[in-house]
T-cell receptor, first 116, second 113 residues
Framework: GAVVSQHPSWVICKSGTSVKIECRSLDFQATTMFWYRQFPKQSLMLMATSNEGSKATYEQGVEKDKFLINHASLTLSTLTVTSAHPEDSSFYIC????????????FGPGTRLLVL | DAKTTQPNSMESNEEEPVHLPCNHSTISGTDYIHWYRQLPSQGPEYVIHGLTSNVNNRMASLAIAEDRKSSTLILHRATLRDAAVYYCILRDVIGGSNYKLTFGKGTLLTVNP
């Protein structure tokens, strides 16, 4: 299947700093990417849908000014957690939708964020 | 949104077949049935998807009931590497060809050596 990468795989930061996470589709162009968050022993929760060249669509309850999403090219979407706090510590996972009849989503390996 | 119901957990023995059930009684005519699995500390991995007919790929088979209100993911010979949380998801269509996947709690599959 198609490959989606994320960078970094893990990050530790101090409270109040901003953290940027990159999501890349390596072997296909993705007009749509998705950002999820997963807390321990819970399922994935969709945060936002990232559309290339336009504004992201955020799920209810997700602060768009805190979680900045940029999808500047067909292979790259970034999520910036601004002014991170300990409660933002989580496992962040992106996915990219492969164009074509199947429209399968392929997921990145995830980024573990720890805010001290 | 159409929802799915899966058992919280299942157990299997290595090299035996595994049948993971999923109920989706409110499925609409255009909902695709997707299966993903997630190993610990990893992102989900695509397994298989289908609409009406049974589907086979190198990883698994998907059997879809005639009324489409249920489906079964079949792992023909379970290995220890198949131990994961398996998610059965109906594709939500939002605005044209875009869609999002809504994850439930899934089924935690344990494979015994």
């Amino acid at each position: 299947g198609a490959v989606v990468s994320q960078h970094p795989s893990w990050v530790i930061c101090k409270s109040g700093t901003s953290v940027k996470i990159e999501c890349r589709s390596l072997d296909f162009q993705a007009t749509t990417m998705f950002w999820y968050r997963q807390f321990p022993k819970q399922s994935l929760m969709l945060m936002a849908t990232s559309n290339e060249g336009s504004k992201a669509t955020y799920e209810q309850g997700v602060e768009k000014d805190k979680f900045l999403i940029n999808h500047a090219s067909l292979t790259l979407s970034t999520l910036t957690v601004t002014s991170a706090h300990p409660e933002d510590s989580s496992f962040y996972i992106c996915s990219a939708r492969e164009p074509g009849p199947s429209e399968t989503q392929y997921f990145g390996p995830g980024t573990r964020l720890l805010v001290l | 949104d159409a929802k799915t119901t899966q058992p919280n957990s299942m157990e299997s023995n290595e090299e035996e077949p595994v049948h993971l059930p999923c109920n989706h009684s409110t499925i609409s005519g255009t909902d695709y049935i997707h299966w993903y699995r997630q190993l610990p500390s990893q992102g989900p991995e695509y397994v298989i998807h289908g609409l009406t007919s049974n589907v086979n790929n190198r990883m698994a088979s998907l059997a879809i009931a005639e009324d489409r209100k249920s489906s079964t993911l079949i792992l023909h010979r379970a290995t220890l590497r198949d131990a994961a949380v398996y998610y059965c998801i109906l594709r939500d269509v939002i605005g044209g060809s875009n869609y999002k996947l809504t994850f439930g709690k899934g089924t935690l599959l344990t494979v015994n050596p």
